[in-house]
């Protein structure tokens, strides 16, 4: 079993900056592809950015300029540096990852239990 634990959430006034971590512990032998995203009330679970483990990144146009993705594969952890936040970046942000737990296992999907953002204007 792997388990995703974020951090870094919070309230902070438009403008201002925040950072997110994850860190993914447990049964895991590599980790491929590692991302963020938010839902927000009444909305829709959104991908925010994207990292794969070579490092290529893909961001929600909503964000580009805005956020940073970075992983360490070494230490299993994905962060995402939010600058210039806008009230509409108000969610619940997720961090996710596809993970091998041994040599020959499939590929699973896990979810760490979200962390809030709230930008107030």
């Known amino acids: 079993q792997v388990q995703l634990v974020e951090s870094g959430g919070g309230l902070v006034q438009a403008g201002g900056s925040l950072r997110l971590s994850c860190a993914a512990s447990?049964?895991?032998?590599?980790?491929?592809?590692m991302g963020w995203y938010r839902q927000a009330p009444g909305k829709q679970r959104e991908l925010v950015a994207g990292?794969?483990?070579?490092?290529?990144?893909d961001y929600a146009d909503s964000v580009r300029g805005r956020f940073t993705i970075s992983r360490d594969n070494a230490k299993n952890t994905v962060t995402l540096q939010m600058n210039s936040l806008k009230p509409e970046d108000t969610a619940v942000y997720y961090c996710?990852?596809?993970?091998?737990?041994?040599?020959?296992?499939?590929?699973?999907?896990?979810w760490g239990q979200g962390t809030q953002v709230t930008v107030s204007s």
């Open positions: 447990g049964s895991i032998f590599s980790i491929n592809d």
């Open positions: 996710n990852a596809d993970v091998y737990s041994s040599g020959w296992s499939p590929l699973v999907n896990y």
């Open positions: 990292i794969t483990r070579g490092g290529s990144t």
